[in-house]
């Protein structure tokens, strides 16, 4: 399941799974816990610019908020337990509030879910795309640019920016399907019953047709 | 089936195509697409490529025509197996099931 199917259906209880197995933080997921709900604390708000930044400037991801990760007996970053947030919709009111404030230029389609377990409290999760329009500097008292490479952070390099301010622009090509049925007419009926329907085929996703 | 392709991207899209394979249909006529069934024994399957236009990112949709088939099996689905592609695009692979129609009677019919 590509990370934007997974934003769209995840629940508490796939976060509880996630924990139990020690779901590794990879490329495109990532773990966080918060001090404060508020987002008011210098590392709270470094750490979601930070965050922001690498995953835009790679190809996007997820950020699942109130896990603690932590290295395993094998080394390997993972989720290790609950780290729940009271206070869920003031932190998602912080975020779409922070997310214009965060990087520069801004980044477009960031969306926040509060997934509750209780009135209130629970988890987050924040969907992060891949931008077009890169590099995207880290704000909030960072002012540096980041990318992210398998589960790690990086300091993007002179190059590294050199490369993405003169990359060529690129196309994003998707096919629309227009659906006319028509259901023939049998020797005994007189009408033909016709509906149509029509459908994006955006990528990668699960398809249903409406 | 009408086919449009739409690009949401930040150039132009150069050398645009797609493949479809139908799975559960028979094709009755493909109209400015290209029937391809011949080279995929036993599968109907259309295909479309155009050289010589570009799809501007514009947020209008490019008719690439259309094809009519009929459903083998009326109770099964069709399932259409998709992908498209352009100039700096990896290509792109999608299912896109299509749900049997309730059957409808004639009495039914004229109720709705």
């Given amino acids: ?210 | 089936m009408h086919f449009s392709l739409l690009n949401n991207g930040r150039a132009v899209a150069k050398h645009a195509g797609f493949f479809v394979k139908f799975e559960n249909a028979e094709l009755r006529h493909v109209i400015g697409l290209q029937n391809v069934s011949h080279l995929n024994p036993g599968q109907p399957s259309v295909c479309y490529y155009d050289d010589r236009t570009v799809v501007h990112p514009n947020g209008i949709s490019m008719h690439a025509r259309h094809v009519i088939f009929h459903r083998v099996n009326a109770c099964q689905d069709v399932v259409l197996n998709i992908t498209y592609y352009c100039e700096d695009m990896k290509f792109r692979s999608d299912k896109v099931p299509l749900p049997s129609p309730p059957l409808t009677t004639a009495r039914s019919s004229s109720a709705t």
């Fill in chain 1, 1 to 210: 399941m590509d990370f934007v199917s997974l934003f769209n259906t995840i629940t508490p209880a796939d976060i509880a799974e996630f924990i139990r197995q020690g779901q590794e933080e990879h490329l495109h997921l990532d773990f966080k816990r918060i001090a404060n709900a508020d987002m008011r604390t210098r590392d709270d708000r470094r750490n979601f610019a930070c965050t922001l930044s690498r995953f835009t400037n790679s190809s996007g991801g997820l950020i699942i908020w109130g896990v603690d990760a932590r290295k395993n007996a094998q080394g390997i970053d993972c989720a290790s337990a609950p780290a729940e947030i009271t206070s869920l919709r003031q932190l998602i009111s912080r975020l779409n509030a922070l997310t214009g404030e965060a990087v520069s230029p801004i980044v477009d389609g960031v969306l926040h879910k509060a997934l509750e377990t209780a009135l209130d409290t629970g988890y987050a999760i924040t969907l992060i795309p891949e931008s077009l329009t890169g590099p995207h500097m880290a704000k909030l008292g960072e002012d540096r640019y980041y990318k992210r490479s398998g589960d790690s952070l990086y300091r993007m390099e002179h190059f590294d920016l050199e490369d993405m301010f003169g990359r060529r622009q690129k196309p994003e090509l998707s096919l629309r399907l227009r659906h006319d049925r028509t259901q023939h007419p049998t020797k005994n009926e007189r009408k033909c019953i016709s509906a149509c329907s029509t459908m994006d085929v955006p990528s990668p996703s699960t398809l249903a047709f409406s």
